[in-house]
T-cell receptor
Framework: EADIYQTPRYLVIGTGKKITLECSQT?????MYWYQQDPGMELHLIHY???????EKGDLSSESTVSRIRTEHFPLTLESARPSHTSQYLC??????????????FGSGTRLTVV | DAKTTQPPSMDCAEGRAANLPCNHS???????VYWYRQIHSQGPQYIIH???NNETNEMASLIITEDRKSSTLILPHATLRDTAVYYC???????????FGGGTRLMVKP
């Protein structure tokens, strides 16, 4: 049973629009992540957070921004969407103290299409 | 974290064992081997992990060679629902990042 929720599941939006992808988890995890994945391609880390008011950029450069004002909430924002932002965005969380990459929980993803 | 090498794709007959190999020849002493899978375009799902001993859970078995330079994930009785991309990841227990490679696309056929 997934305890991490992403909305919307699908989004089609016009170029230049501002969008926010929502991600919430009910597990009390300190660490949260955003990955980007094009169809049939690898997942790439674009943002992560180790706790409230902590955000860092990941390995893949992204024009998106994130915020972490509450432990359970880690939204991703695109100020001006472009067709190159078309992709799937996956949110994940993990518990501090367990160590390693064991125990990551992923959301179902948001499939974004910018036309 | 050490790099891993996996075959890009494999087929398996339904009901048979699926054996997915992973090479990690540069693994260091404090690094674990983790396996995740991604079904269609859903978020990846944790399967199993190990350090040097073989491990088994309700989903799969993990066999790690004595020199720890390679491992095999075994799905003992593959079903059509096991069709997915399987990722082998090597990371220290203190590591924080889940870094994905290309994985192995397993196709289970009737």
């Amino acid at each position: 049973e997934a305890d991490i929720y992403q909305t919307p599941r699908y989004l089609v939006i016009g170029t230049g629009k501002k969008i926010t992808l929502e991600c919430s988890q009910t597990m009390g995890h300190d660490k949260m992540y955003w990955y980007q994945q094009d169809p049939g391609m690898e997942l790439h880390l674009i943002h992560y957070s180790y706790g409230v008011n902590s955000t860092e950029k990941g390995d893949l450069s992204s024009e998106s921004t994130v915020s972490r004002i509450r432990t359970e909430h880690f939204p991703l924002t695109l100020e001006s969407a472009r067709p190159s932002h078309t992709s799937q965005y996956l949110c994940a969380s993990s518990e501090s103290g367990t160590g390693g990459v064991y125990g990551y929980t992923f959301g179902s993803g948001t499939r974004l299409t910018v036309v | 974290d050490a790099k891993t090498t996996q075959p890009p794709s494999m087929d398996c007959a339904e009901g048979r064992a699926a054996n997915l190999p992973c090479n990690h020849s540069t693994i260091s002493g404090n690094e674990y081997v983790y396996w995740y899978r991604q079904i269609h375009s859903q978020g990846p799902q944790y399967i199993i992990h190990g350090l040097k001993n073989n491990e088994t859970n309700e989903m799969a078995s993990l066999i790690i060679t004595e020199d720890r330079k390679s491992s095999t994930l075994i799905l003992p009785h593959a079903t059509l629902r096991d069709t997915a991309v399987y990722y082998c990841i090597v990371s220290s227990y203190a590591g924080n990042m889940l870094t994905f490679g290309g994985g192995t696309r397993l196709m289970v056929k009737p």
